[in-house]
C-alpha cells in the first residue's frame, strides 16, 4: 500500500510538471503569434522599426517559433540586411527542413546576394520537396530568369504550359524569355498566344509592339503600342516604347509627346529622362536634353551612358568644364570603354591639348582596332600636329572601316 501511494504520488507529480510544460510551451507559442500580428500591422502602417522590433520580440518569446525567424527574415532582406536574413532563415530550416516555402524563399534573398550557386540548390531542392505544385514552380521560373537562366526558365515554362495551356502570364513569361535569348520571331508566337487568351491586357500588346521593334516592323508596333496605351493610359512604359517607335518612325513630336507622357506618370524612371534627352538633342533642345540627363544621373548616379552623353551636350552649350568633368567621371568608372577614351580626346583637342588628345586615341584605338571614330579623330589631331603622313595614314585606315566622313576628310587633307 505504502509503494502503491508512492507510486501515485509520483505519477501526479509528473503529470502536473508535463501539463505545466505544456501550458507554458502553448502560450509562448500564441504569444509569439500575438506579437508577429502586431509586427505585421506595424508594417503595414511603414513602420518597419517598430514591426522589426515586434518580430524579435517574438522569436524571444518562442525561440522555436520559425514564422517568427520568416517574418524577421523577410523583413530585414526588404532592409538590405540580408546576410542577417540568410542567417534567420537557416534558423528556420533547421526547425522545419522539409518546408519548400523556406528554401523557396531563401532562394530569393541569394540571388539578392549574387549567391547563384546557393539560390539554385534551393530551388530544387524546393521543387524536389513539392514537385507538383504548380505555383512553386512558376515561382522558380521567376527565380530562373530573375538570374538569367533563360533555358531554364524556358523549360519549365514548356512543362507548365503543357499542363495549364490556357493561363496568359505563362505565355507571356515565356515569350519574355525568347526575348532575351534574341528569339523575337518566337516570343511573338508566345506574345500573340497570350493576346488570344487575354485581349484586354495592356501589357500583352506592350510586350507585342517590343516583339515587333526587335524585328524592325516599326509600323506594326506602333499599332500594338497603340492599343497598349488606349487600354491603359496609365502604362508608362508603353508610352515610352511608343515613343521610341516614333523616333524610329521620323516622327519627333509624337516620340518627344509619349516621352513626355510616360514622365507624368512614372517620375522616378532614369531611361526614360535619358531617351528624351536623346530625342530633345536630335531636335536641337540641347538644354533641354541637358536638363533631362541631368535628371537620369539624379536617380541613377552610375547611369554611365547618361554620364557620357552628358559630356558632349555640354560641349556643345559651351560648358567645357563640366563635359571634360563628366568624360573623365565616367573614365574611372570604365577606364577599358574605348567610346570614353575617344570623348575625351575630342574634349582635349577642344580645348588645343593635342598631344593629350592624341594619347586618348590611342588608348581607344588599342582597346578597339575597328574603331573608326578614334582613327578618323587621331587623323584629325595629327594634321593640327602638322604630321600629314601620319593624318592620312590614320584617316585611311577609318574610311576602310566604313566612316564616310573620313572619306570627305580624305579628299580634302590628303588630295585623294
Same mark, same amino acid.
Not at 539554385?120 to 514552380?137: F, G, H, T, W
Not at 503543357?162 to 515569350?175: C, F, I, S, V, W
Given at each position: 500500500?505504502?509503494?502503491?501511494?508512492?507510486? @501515485?504520488?509520483?505519477?501526479?507529480?509528473?503529470?502536473?510538471?508535463?501539463?505545466?510544460?505544456?501550458?507554458?510551451?502553448?502560450?509562448?507559442?500564441?504569444?509569439?503569434?500575438?506579437?508577429?500580428? @502586431?509586427?505585421?500591422?506595424?508594417?503595414?502602417?511603414?513602420?518597419? !522599426?517598430?514591426?522589426?522590433?515586434?518580430?524579435?520580440?517574438?522569436?524571444?518569446?518562442?525561440?522555436?517559433?520559425?514564422?517568427?525567424?520568416?517574418?524577421?527574415?523577410?523583413?530585414?532582406?526588404?532592409?538590405?540586411? $540580408?546576410?542577417?536574413?540568410?542567417?534567420?532563415?537557416?534558423? *528556420?530550416?533547421?526547425? $522545419?527542413? #522539409?518546408?519548400? #516555402?523556406?528554401?523557396?524563399?531563401?532562394?530569393?534573398?541569394?540571388? /539578392?546576394?549574387?549567391?547563384?550557386?546557393?539560390?539554385?540548390?534551393?530551388?530544387?531542392?524546393?521543387?524536389?520537396?513539392?514537385?507538383?505544385?504548380?505555383?512553386? %514552380?512558376?515561382?522558380?521560373?521567376?527565380?530562373?530568369?530573375?538570374?538569367?537562366?533563360?533555358?531554364?526558365?524556358?523549360?519549365?515554362?514548356?512543362?507548365?504550359?503543357?499542363?495549364?495551356?490556357?493561363?496568359?502570364?505563362?505565355?507571356?513569361?515565356?515569350?519574355?524569355?525568347?526575348?532575351?535569348? $534574341?528569339?523575337?520571331?518566337?516570343?511573338?508566337?508566345?506574345?500573340? &498566344?497570350?493576346?488570344?487568351?487575354?485581349?484586354?491586357?495592356?501589357?500583352?500588346?506592350?510586350?507585342?509592339?517590343?516583339?515587333?521593334?526587335?524585328?524592325?516592323?516599326?509600323?506594326?508596333?506602333?499599332?500594338?503600342?497603340?492599343?497598349?496605351?488606349?487600354?491603359?493610359?496609365?502604362?508608362?512604359?508603353?508610352?515610352?516604347? &511608343?515613343?521610341?517607335?516614333?523616333? &524610329?518612325?521620323?516622327?519627333?513630336?509624337?516620340? =518627344?509627346?509619349?516621352?513626355?507622357?510616360?514622365?507624368?506618370?512614372?517620375?522616378? =524612371?532614369?531611361?526614360?529622362?535619358? @531617351?528624351?534627352?536623346?530625342? %530633345?538633342?536630335?531636335?536641337?533642345?540641347?538644354?533641354?536634353?541637358?536638363?533631362?540627363?541631368?535628371? *537620369?544621373?539624379?536617380?541613377?548616379?552610375?547611369? /554611365?551612358?547618361? @554620364?557620357?552623353?552628358?559630356?558632349?551636350?555640354?560641349?556643345?552649350?559651351?560648358?567645357? *568644364?563640366?563635359?571634360?568633368?563628366?568624360?573623365?567621371?565616367?573614365?574611372?568608372?570604365?577606364?577599358?570603354?574605348?567610346?570614353?577614351?575617344?570623348?575625351?580626346?575630342?574634349?582635349?583637342?577642344?580645348?588645343? !591639348?593635342?598631344? !593629350?588628345?592624341?594619347?586618348?586615341?590611342?588608348?581607344?584605338?588599342?582597346?578597339?582596332?575597328?574603331?573608326?571614330?578614334?582613327? #578618323?579623330? %587621331?587623323?584629325?589631331?595629327?594634321?593640327?600636329?602638322?604630321?600629314?603622313? %601620319?593624318?592620312?595614314?590614320?584617316?585611311?585606315?577609318?574610311?576602310?572601316?566604313?566612316?564616310?566622313?573620313?572619306?570627305?576628310?580624305?579628299?580634302?587633307?590628303?588630295?585623294?
Amino acid at each position: 500500500m505504502k509503494h502503491n501511494l508512492i507510486f @501515485q504520488i509520483l505519477l501526479t507529480t509528473l503529470l502536473a510538471c508535463s501539463t505545466f510544460s505544456g501550458s507554458a510551451q502553448l502560450n509562448n507559442r500564441l504569444e509569439a503569434v500575438q506579437l508577429v500580428q @502586431q509586427g505585421d500591422m506595424q508594417l503595414r502602417m511603414g513602420n518597419s !522599426e517598430q514591426a522589426l522590433l515586434h518580430y524579435t520580440n517574438a522569436i524571444q518569446a518562442d525561440i522555436a517559433f520559425a514564422d517568427g525567424y520568416m517574418k524577421r527574415a523577410a523583413l530585414l532582406s526588404r532592409l538590405g540586411q $540580408n546576410t542577417q536574413a540568410i542567417a534567420d532563415m537557416d534558423r *528556420a530550416l533547421e526547425l $522545419n527542413p #522539409y518546408s519548400e #516555402y523556406i528554401f523557396d524563399r531563401r532562394a530569393k534573398v541569394k540571388i /539578392l546576394m549574387n549567391d547563384l550557386k546557393g539560390a539554385e540548390s534551393d530551388l530544387e531542392r524546393a521543387v524536389a520537396l513539392k514537385p507538383y505544385d504548380d505555383l512553386l %514552380r512558376e515561382s522558380r521560373v521567376d527565380s530562373w530568369m530573375e538570374m538569367g537562366m533563360w533555358d531554364r526558365a524556358m523549360s519549365d515554362l514548356d512543362s507548365l504550359i503543357a499542363h495549364d495551356p490556357t493561363d496568359p502570364l505563362l505565355h507571356l513569361k515565356l515569350g519574355m524569355a525568347r526575348l532575351q535569348e $534574341n528569339d523575337a520571331a518566337s516570343a511573338l508566337l508566345a506574345f500573340e &498566344r497570350a493576346g488570344y487568351l487575354a485581349p484586354r491586357l495592356a501589357l500583352v500588346h506592350d510586350l507585342r509592339g517590343v516583339a515587333l521593334m526587335r524585328q524592325q516592323r516599326w509600323s506594326e508596333a506602333l499599332i500594338a503600342l497603340d492599343s497598349a496605351v488606349l487600354l491603359n493610359p496609365t502604362f508608362d512604359l508603353a508610352w515610352y516604347n &511608343r515613343g521610341l517607335v516614333h523616333e &524610329r518612325l521620323g516622327h519627333p513630336k509624337q516620340a =518627344k509627346a509619349d516621352m513626355d507622357t510616360a514622365l507624368v506618370i512614372a517620375q522616378d =524612371k532614369p531611361h526614360i529622362f535619358f @531617351q528624351r534627352a536623346l530625342v %530633345r538633342k536630335r531636335n536641337g533642345d540641347l538644354t533641354g536634353s541637358r536638363a533631362d540627363y541631368d535628371r *537620369a544621373l539624379e536617380l541613377a548616379p552610375d547611369y /554611365l551612358e547618361a @554620364q557620357y552623353n552628358r559630356a558632349f551636350v555640354r560641349k556643345q552649350l559651351g560648358d567645357h *568644364a563640366g563635359a571634360m568633368a563628366d568624360a573623365e567621371a565616367t573614365l574611372r568608372k570604365v577606364p577599358d570603354d574605348p567610346d570614353a577614351w575617344v570623348i575625351t580626346g575630342n574634349l582635349h583637342m577642344l580645348y588645343g !591639348e593635342l598631344t !593629350e588628345a592624341i594619347e586618348c586615341f590611342d588608348r581607344a584605338i588599342a582597346l578597339d582596332a575597328e574603331k573608326a571614330t578614334a582613327w #578618323y579623330n %587621331r587623323g584629325l589631331a595629327f594634321h593640327m600636329q602638322y604630321q600629314p603622313l %601620319r593624318g592620312c595614314e590614320d584617316l585611311r585606315q577609318s574610311a576602310e572601316l566604313g566612316l564616310e566622313r573620313a572619306t570627305d576628310a580624305l579628299i580634302y587633307f590628303c588630295a585623294f
